[in-house]
Structure formats: C-alpha cells, structure tokens
C-alpha cells in the first residue's frame, strides 16, 4: 500500500477481441472505487492481429504487448503471468475482455477478502445472442452453482491478493484453465477461494457447442 491508499490493478488479457473489448473497457471505466483505493486497468495484447490494441489505445487505456506463446498450457494463465511480472498492486483483478462489470463490482467483491480468503470471483451470467446457445451457457452457468464437490470460482471476473499470489508462487503453468489451477493451488497453502453470489456480471461471448465442451474439459483437467 501506498500510504493509505489501497492499490487494485486490473488486468485484461485479451487475444483478438475487438468485439468485445470496447464494452469491457467502458464498464470498467464507470465501476466505482471505494474511499482509499486506487484502480488501474491495464490490458496485455497477446499475439493480437486484429484492431483490439487500437481500441485500447483510444479509450487511454495501458496496454502491454507480448507477441510470443511460451510453454505454459494455457494461453491465459501465460498472458497472466507475463502480466504480474510487468505491473504491481497490492490487489489484482482479473477481467475478460467479454466481461461487463458494473460500477458496483469492485466495492462488493472487496469485503469478501478477509481471514485466510484470499481470492473471489463473481457470479458470471453468459450471453451469445443465439438462444439455443444461450440455454446451454445457461446449463453451463448452472453448473457452476450446483457443483457437487463445492464451489468454485469463474475466473472471468476475479478480485484476489497480490502478496498472497507471490506466496505460492504464482499461477500454475501446467493448469489448462487458470481459476481452478490457482484455486487448488491456494487450497495447498491454507487459503481459500470463494464466490461472491451477491455480485453479478455479463459475460458476452460468441462460441459454439464444440468451445462449450472443450471449456469443460479443460476445466476438469485442471481439478
């Protein structure tokens, strides 16, 4: 912390998503910040080849550009990293691109951080614009809520402790999908990770059956 000032870097790793990105960026911009937090977005270009840095750029939003693929399994948990190695808060937070928060995210996810709570994601409800589709997001939603092994977090949208993360090491390279490889890895440490139920945001994402299933997969993998 600087001084009394609570620092809260957002990161947004994002690989060609100039659909989306714009929306995502104005939702940020009006989510409010409590007393005594700072807020900085930044946003990590990965291999992108499509208008996605421009847009950033002209919402006056840092970008940090990384244009390899090293050997982490997934792409994301790369773009994370690469992030937490450039940028320092004494609070991060993970939002997709195709992720609309509200200007009340930030301040309802903050008190769940307490005790040995050290990470929290909040409710994600999906949208595609194609119903059939949408029923399964729906499913997939679902799923999520009534997990028979517990709760666990969607990473789309993710408030979690800086100091804590470098505790562990950092994420996990070999984990396919990056929320429940670092959320089995707080589990080792003794710290937990939660679900905020009272925060909800939108995620708006074009996808497929066959991207819905392989999403699973990947996430079973990594459990």
């Not at 840092?62 to 609070?91: C, N, Q, T, Y």
């Amino acid at each position: 912390m600087e001084g009394n000032c609570l620092r809260v870097m957002i990161v947004t790793p994002a690989h060609n998503e100039e659909e989306t990105i714009g929306q995502c960026l104005c939702a940020v911009r009006k989510m409010k910040a409590p007393n005594g937090v700072n807020v900085q977005h930044v946003v990590v270009l990965d291999r992108c080849t499509d208008r996605t840095g421009q847009i950033c750029e002209s919402h006056g939003v840092k970008v940090l550009v990384k244009e390899w693929r090293g050997s982490f399994v997934s792409p994301i948990v790369e773009a994370m990293d690469f992030a937490l190695k450039k940028v320092d808060g004494d609070l991060m937070m993970k939002v997709d691109a195709d992720i609309q928060v509200t200007e009340h995210t930030l301040e309802r996810l903050l008190p769940h951080l307490k005790g040995n709570i050290a990470c929290v994601s909040a409710e994600v409800k999906s949208r595609t614009g194609k119903k059939h589709l949408d029923a399964l997001m729906w499913f997939r939603d679902l799923n999520y809520r009534i997990a028979p092994l517990g709760r666990k977090i969607h990473g789309a949208c993710t408030l979690f402790r800086g100091d804590i993360t470098g505790k562990i090491g950092g994420f996990d390279p070999d984990a396919p999908a990056w929320d429940t490889g670092y959320e089995l890895k707080l589990n080792k440490h003794g710290y937990k990770a939660e679900v905020a139920e009272d925060v909800i945001v939108l995620e708006y994402r074009e996808t497929n059956v066959r991207k819905l299933i392989r999403h699973q997969i990947d996430s079973g993998k990594a459990r």
